[in-house]
């Protein structure tokens, strides 16, 4: 191939990224805003060893899941890539996804049947992020999101995807950025509105429980599938033995623990961002929890010989690397009976699998919680599994 040629040819699926993927010349092509079963004309952008990227001159032939977006801004903004897809196959795709990199990155050669949840396509986001577009006039009204390509701000008077009473405050000029400040986070969801340029604090309901939190420290940004993966997690625990302590790592702001205090007589909250557990701290509060201060590396080294610390679960909620090496080593080598990992990252949560699955755990229920429509992201549940001992780190 070379740069600039011109090819046509149909689209197969969707990439990780959420870009089309199609074949040409027997190498693999990725193109933006195209869909399944779009025959389309590009044209060779970059050409790479295995792999080439294309930009999209003319569609000839929609697929069949090909929609109109219905956000203006679409193609321009980077907050969506999905918009052009029809919602039934946004998760046909992001499902085929996240098996293919458990089966190609992490060498699984049965997957247990995947569970799909689907959201809300709209107005589901609680948390957003917003940038300060420069104006020689300092307008603090003048907000947008990053645009897809470049560096630029695209200025917003509304968003689709985001909490009614989020659109609400854009649409009337409600949100103001503070001058020293070039982006700041908001967090909306029923009667709580908290900004960081402005109301910081205040707390969330979640399953009839009250959480403190910090539109800066980060949360969940879709409350209804936070739900439902809190709610899929106290079923999984209820075959665990109570008497065994747990651990919640990168535990946030605590909602987990919050949850499953309820079952286990003791709970090791571990979490570096001092301001997530400060937070934690004040949403967990009981006698048998425990918290730890510092990195899950620190915390690996600290139970190194202490034969005492026997854990029964841990869920782990990890940034969208996946678990830090030293972890992911650890926990492959003497981690606990059951691990509840959710993941943000198909690809990091792939390769932490082969580790885990190598070590000893089966993979025994995968769950796909579709948190971020419109968007590539795919957020999962994986339960790791082992037969037999208990056992500790070491």
């Known amino acids: 191939m070379r740069i600039g040629e011109i090819f046509t040819a149909s689209v197969e699926r969707l990439g990780t990224g959420g870009a089309g993927v199609l074949h040409y010349q027997g190498q693999r092509v990725f193109i933006d805003n195209t869909a399944p079963g779009d025959v389309i004309i590009g044209r060779i952008r970059e050409d790479r060893k295995n792999w080439a990227l294309a930009d999209l001159l003319e569609i000839i032939e929609p697929g069949p899941n090909r929609i109109s977006p219905i956000c203006p801004q679409y193609g321009v903004c980077g907050g969506c890539s999905l918009q052009h897809l029809d919602y039934p196959c946004q998760l046909a795709e992001k499902s085929a996804v996240l098996q293919d990199r458990l089966l190609r990155i992490g060498g699984l050669s049965v997957l247990p049947k995947l569970t799909v949840y689907g959201s809300q396509p709209f107005e589901y986001r609680n948390r957003v992020q917003f940038h300060r577009i420069q104006s020689p006039r300092q307008d603090q009204s003048a907000l947008g999101f990053k645009a897809r390509k470049g560096d630029a701000v695209i200025p917003l008077t509304d968003c689709p995807i985001a909490d009614p009473g989020i659109r609400l405050a854009l649409r009337e000029k409600q949100l103001a950025l503070p001058l020293e400040k070039d982006r700041f986070t908001v967090y909306a969801r029923g009667q709580t509105f908290l900004s960081e340029a402005g109301t910081r604090r205040g707390t969330v309901s979640l399953h009839n429980r009250e959480f403190f939190l910090d539109p800066g420290v980060f949360f969940q940004s879709n409350g209804s599938m936070l739900e439902k993966v809190i709610q899929d997690l106290l079923e999984f625990v209820k075959s665990l033995d109570p008497e065994l302590p747990a651990a919640d790592l990168y535990c946030g702001v605590g909602v987990f623990a919050g949850f499953l205090q309820t079952h286990f007589s003791k709970i090791t909250l571990v979490e570096q961002n001092k301001t997530a557990l400060t937070l934690a701290r004040e949403n967990v509060?009981?006698?048998?929890?425990?918290?730890?201060?510092?990195?899950?590396?620190?915390?690996?080294?600290?139970?190194?010989?202490?034969?005492?610390?026997?854990?029964?679960?841990?869920?782990?909620?990890?940034?969208?690397?996946?678990?830090?090496?030293?972890?992911?080593?650890?926990l492959a080598q003497a981690g606990p009976p059951a691990l509840a990992y959710l993941s943000c990252d198909p690809s990091a949560l792939a390769r932490d699998a082969r580790a885990l699955t190598k070590g000893g755990y089966t993979l025994t229920d995968l769950r796909l919680y579709d948190f971020y429509p419109q968007t590539p992201h795919i957020e999962t549940l994986a339960l790791f599994e082992r037969e037999g001992i208990h056992y500790v780190y070491s």
């Open 285 to 330: 509060r009981s006698k048998a929890i425990q918290y730890a201060p510092i990195s899950t590396d620190q915390w690996v080294k600290t139970l190194a010989g202490k034969d005492s610390m026997l854990y029964g679960f841990i869920i782990a909620d990890p940034p969208r690397q996946g678990l830090s090496p030293l972890l992911c080593s650890q």
